[in-house]
C-alpha cells in the first residue's frame, strides 16, 4: 500500500511520537520507549536480529536427525487436524520449540567422541534449528492430493493404487515449489514482503540463541507463558470443553433454534458465535496468529467479519435460495425437501454426470450461506487483482522486468544444462541501502539457482500428466496445461497480497474461481474438476508454503541450498506420512466423516466441501451456475469484485485524508463468507487479541511490542499444540478409542459444549 505523506513530529526529550491524520498514535512518555513501527523495513528490522554469524553450520547429521524424526511427527499430526472440525495447521513455531528442546539435550547429554560426535558436533546453533524447522514445516501440512484421494474413498468407493497415489502426492506438492522459487526476486527479496505470520518465530530463535541479560528475561518470559497455556489447555480442550464458547445468550435459551443460530458457535456447523467468548487458544490462534497479523488487515477483517453475520441472517431468514429448507451452515448437496443429496445415483460407470439420471433426480441444492461463501471467495479473488495493480503497481510490474531481449539472450548464452554444477555465487549491487537488510546478508552464500527451480517444475509437470491417465482423473491433458498456466498467473498476486498482510484468504478464495472454469470446461466431469483444482489452487497454495519457509531462512540467514534440501525432503517424506495416516482415519472413523456435523473430535467437513463443490461446479455448472439458474451470481460475482477496490482508489486520489489506503478490499470481500463452516465461537475473541496487539500494545507502548509481543505469541502457539498433540493420542481418539471426560455441567457430552439448540 502506498503511504501517504504525513506530517510526523518527534520530542527527544519526551521520545513521544505522533502521526496526523492516523488512527495509531503513542502516546507513551517514557524515555525507555522507542518510536511506533509503522512499516515492513521497520518491523523486519526492529523486532528480529539482522546479524549474522557465517560460522555456524546447519549441514549436521543432527540436524537431519531431527528434521527426518520431526517431519515424521509433523506430516502425521498435519493429516490428523484434517480430520478435526476446526483446521489447525501444524505451527512452525510448535516446530521450532521442539526442535530446540531436543537439539539442546542431545548437546547436553550425548557424549562428544566416536560416532557419538555425528549427534553431538557442538552447540546446537540457531541456524540448525531453522533447517530442522523449514523441513519439518514442508511435512506439517496435509496435502491437497489427500482430498482428492479422501473424496475417492468416502464417496466414490474408489481406492486408488498406492504408487499411483504417491506420484500424485508428489507432483502435485513440488510443481508450485518450482512456479514459487522461479519469482522469489520479488514475492521474497523485498522487504515490503514482510510475511507477518513468521515474525513470531523468529523473535522465539533471537531469544533462544541470543547472549545478554535482556535475552534472559526475554527466555523467562517465554518460558512462563508456554508453561502457563500448556496446563490452560488442558481446560477447554478436555476438562471444561464449555470454555472453548462461553455464550451467555446459549446458557439463557438453551432450546431456542434462532440463538443456536446466531450466537452458538463451540461445535463445528453450529452458529456464527455472535458475542461468544472463547478461552481456548487452539481456536482463536487455528488460522493465524491474531498478534502477528497488520492493523490494516485486522480491521478489513473485522469489516468482513460484520457484514458476514448481517448477510447470513438476512439471506436464511428471508429464505433466499429456500435457505430455510437445509441447515444454516452445511457444506453438503441437498435434496429440496433438506435431506442428503445422492450424488451416486446421477453418475454413471465412468464417473461422469448423466442428464437423464440428472432428470429423475433432481438439481441439488446448497445451505445458503454456502452460496455466500462462494460469492464472497470470488469477490475477494478479482479484487485481489484489482487491488493490487491499483496500489501496488511497481511491486507487481517488477515480476516480468526479466521479459526483454538482453535478459533472454543472456539466460540462452549462460544457458548450462549441467545444473548441478552451478557455483550460485551472486553478484552484489554496489549500492545496498535500499535492498533489503536481511536479504543483504544472505548474498555471501551461493544460491540456489533457478535451473534447480525450473528442474522441480519441469520433472513435476512430466509426471502429473502421467498421474492423470494413470489414475483415471478425466482431466484431458490440455486442461491440465490449462490448470498450471492459471496458477502461474495467480502466484504473483495473490501470494503478494498474502506476504503483505500476512492473511491467505486469497489463496484460499482462488479455489473457487478454478473450479468455475473447470466446471464450464469439463461440464458433467467431477473428478476432473477435482484434479483440475489440485494442479491449479493447490500449486499456488504450495508455492505460498516455499516462500513462507524460504522468508524463515532470510530472516534466519540459512543458506538457499540449505533451505532448497530441507523443503524436498520434508515435503516428499510429509506426503507419504499423509497418505498413510489418511487410510487409517478413514477405516477407522468413515460414519463420522460421512455425518453433516461429526463430533467436536472428528469431522469430514473438508472432504465433504471439496466434494460437493465437485460436483456442482464440475458435474452441474451450466444448470446450476448459467445466466438465468440458480446460483447465477456466484460467477458473476467475479466481475463485481473486479471493480469493488475502484471506489476506494478514486476516493484516495481526491481526498487522502480520509485514508482509503488503509482498507485491503479483498480481505472485506472474501471476508463476507468467512463464517460458513467450522468452529465460530472464537472469533470475537480473536479479534479482542489482535486489537488489544497491533493497535493498544503496539502505539501505547511500543517498547514492550517490540520486545515481547511475537515472543508470547510464539509461546502460546507453541504450548498449546504441545498439549493438543498430547490429547488428541491420549483422550481424544487418534491412537484408538476416544476417553472423554465425564457429563457434567462443562462438558456437555450429549450436544453442543456451548449448550446451545442442537440439531
Not at 88 to 96: C, D, E
Not at 417 to 425: P, T, V
Not at 647 to 662: A, E, K, N, S, T
Request: charged share 15%; hydrophobic share 45%; aromatic share 16%.
Amino acid at each position: 500500500m502506498p503511504s501517504v505523506t504525513e506530517e510526523k513530529s518527534f520530542d527527544v526529550e519526551k521520545k513521544s511520537y505522533s502521526v496526523k491524520g492516523d488512527i495509531e498514535t503513542s502516546t507513551e512518555e517514557d524515555t525507555d520507549e522507542i518510536v511506533v513501527l509503522q512499516n515492513e523495513r521497520d518491523i523486519a528490522t526492529h523486532v528480529i536480529s539482522v546479524d549474522d554469524d557465517p560460522s555456524l553450520n546447519p549441514w549436521t547429521f543432527r540436524a537431519f536427525f531431527i528434521g527426518l524424526g520431526l517431519s515424521a511427527f509433523g506430516g502425521s499430526l498435519a493429516q490428523i487436524y484434517y480430520f478435526k472440525p476446526q483446521t489447525v495447521s501444524v505451527s512452525p513455531m510448535f516446530l521450532g520449540i521442539i526442535s530446540y528442546v531436543i537439539g539442546l539435550a542431545m548437546e547436553t547429554f550425548i557424549p562428544r567422541y566416536g560416532l557419538l560426535r555425528y549427534l553431538n558436533p557442538g552447540p546446537f546453533n540457531k541456524k540448525e534449528n531453522a533447517f530442522i524447522i523449514i523441513m519439518a514445516s514442508a511435512a506439517a501440512s496435509s496435502a491437497l492430493g489427500i482430498e482428492v484421494l479422501a473424496v475417492q474413498r468416502l464417496y466414490y468407493n474408489i481406492t486408488p493404487n498406492p504408487g499411483s497415489s504417491i506420484f500424485l502426492l508428489f507432483s502435485s506438492q513440488l510443481l508450485g515449489y518450482g512456479i514459487g522459487g522461479l519469482m522469489r526476486g520479488v514475492l521474497l527479496y523485498p522487504s515490503k514482503m514482510l510475511y507477518p505470520g513468521v515474525l513470531p518465530l523468529l523473535s522465539m530463535l533471537d531469544a533462544f540463541y541470543r547472549d545478554g541479560i535482556e535475552t534472559r528475561r526475554k527466555l523467562k518470559v517465554f518460558y512462563f507463558v508456554f508453561a502457563g497455556i500448556l496446563i490452560w489447555e488442558l481446560f477447554p480442550e478436555w476438562i471444561f470443553p464449555l470454555l472453548t464458547g462461553f455464550s451467555i445468550f446459549c446458557l439463557a435459551a438453551p432450546n431456542n433454534a434462532t440463538v443456536s443460530r446466531l450466537f452458538g458457535g463451540s461445535n463445528g456447523n453450529e452458529g456464527l458465535g455472535l458475542f461468544s467468548l472463547c478461552f481456548d487458544w487452539q481456536y482463536i490462534s487455528g488460522g493465524t496468529n491474531p498478534m502477528s497479523i497488520p492493523l490494516k488487515a485486522q480491521l478489513s477483517s473485522f469489516i468482513g467479519y460484520i457484514i458476514c453475520m448481517v448477510v447470513f441472517v438476512a439471506v436464511y431468514y428471508n429464505n433466499i435460495w429456500k435457505s430455510q429448507n437445509f441447515p444454516f451452515l452445511a457444506q453438503l448437496l441437498f435434496y429440496e425437501n433438506g435431506t442428503v443429496y445422492n450424488q451416486t445415483l446421477i453418475m454413471n460407470s465412468n464417473y461422469e454426470v448423466d442428464p437423464a439420471l440428472i432428470a429423475e433426480q433432481g438439481l441439488p441444492y446448497y445451505a445458503g450461506t454456502w452460496i455466500i461463501n462462494l460469492l464472497s471467495t470470488n469477490l475477494g479473488l478479482a479484487a485481489s487483482f484489482t487491488h493490487l495493480l491499483l496500489w501496488n503497481k511497481d511491486d507487481i510490474s517488477g515480476a516480468w522486468t526479466w521479459i526483454n531481449k538482453e535478459t533472454l539472450r543472456g539466460w540462452r548464452a549462460n544457458f548450462d544444462w549441467k545444473f548441478w554444477k552451478h557455483d550460485g555465487k551472486r553478484e552484489v549491487p554496489a549500492n545496498t541501502e535500499d535492498i533489503d537488510p536481511h536479504y543483504r546478508e544472505m548474498l555471501k552464500y551461493p544460491d540456489a539457482p533457478n535451473s534447480w527451480y525450473l528442474l522441480t517444475f519441469v520433472l513435476s509437470f512430466i509426471v502429473g500428466l502421467v498421474v492423470i491417465y494413470k489414475t483415471d482423473s478425466t482431466l484431458p491433458w490440455w486442461g491440465f496445461c490449462l490448470a498450471v498456466f492459471m496458477a502461474v498467473v495467480s502466484v504473483l498476486f495473490v501470494i503478494a497480497l498474502y506476504a503483505i498482510t500476512g492473511t491467505g484468504l486469497s489463496i484460499r478464495n482462488e479455489e473457487t474461481l478454478v473450479q468455475m472454469v473447470a466446471g464450464y470446461m469439463h461440464n458433467g466431469r467431477p473428478m476432473a474438476n477435482m484434479f483440475f483444482v489440485l494442479y491449479s489452487y493447490n500449486t499456488v497454495n504450495q508455492a505460498m508454503l516455499l516462500l513462507r519457509d524460504l522468508k524463515i531462512a532470510q530472516y534466519a540467514k540459512l543458506p538457499p541450498r540449505a533451505a532448497f534440501t530441507a523443503q524436498i525432503i520434508g515435503t516428499l517424506l510429509g506426503a507419504v506420512l499423509n497418505y498413510v495416516i489418511m487410510n487409517s482415519i478413514i477405516d477407522n472413523e468413515r460414519e463420522i466423516l460421512l455425518s453433516i456435523h461429526g463430533t467436536n473430535i472428528w469431522s469430514g467437513q473438508q472432504p465433504q466441501s471439496y466434494n460437493s463443490q465437485a460436483i456442482a461446479w464440475g458435474g452441474l455448472a451450466h444448470e446450476l451456475f448459467s445466466s438465468g439458474q440458480r446460483y447465477q451470481w456466484v460467477p458473476l460475482s467475479y466481475l463485481v469484485g473486479l471493480v469493488a477496490p475502484l471506489p476506494f482508489w478514486i476516493i484516495h486520489q481526491y481526498w487522502p485524508r480520509l485514508r482509503m489506503d488503509y482498507y485491503y478490499t479483498p480481505i472485506i470481500c472474501g471476508y463476507i463468507g468467512w463464517l460458513c463452516v467450522g468452529i465460530n465461537s472464537s472469533i470475537l475473541s480473536f479479534f479482542m487479541v489482535s486489537f488489544i496487539s497491533q493497535w493498544w500494545l503496539r502505539t501505547r507502548f511500543p517498547h514492550w511490542f517490540v520486545k515481547y509481543n511475537y515472543l508470547v505469541a510464539a509461546a502460546l502457539d507453541g504450548g498449546t499444540q504441545v498439549m493438543v498433540f498430547i490429547l488428541s493420542f491420549a483422550v481424544q481418539g487418534a491412537a484408538g478409542p476416544a476417553h472423554l471426560i465425564p457429563a457434567w455441567w462443562g462438558a456437555n457430552q450429549s450436544g453442543y459444549y456451548d449448550r446451545c439448540l442442537s440439531f
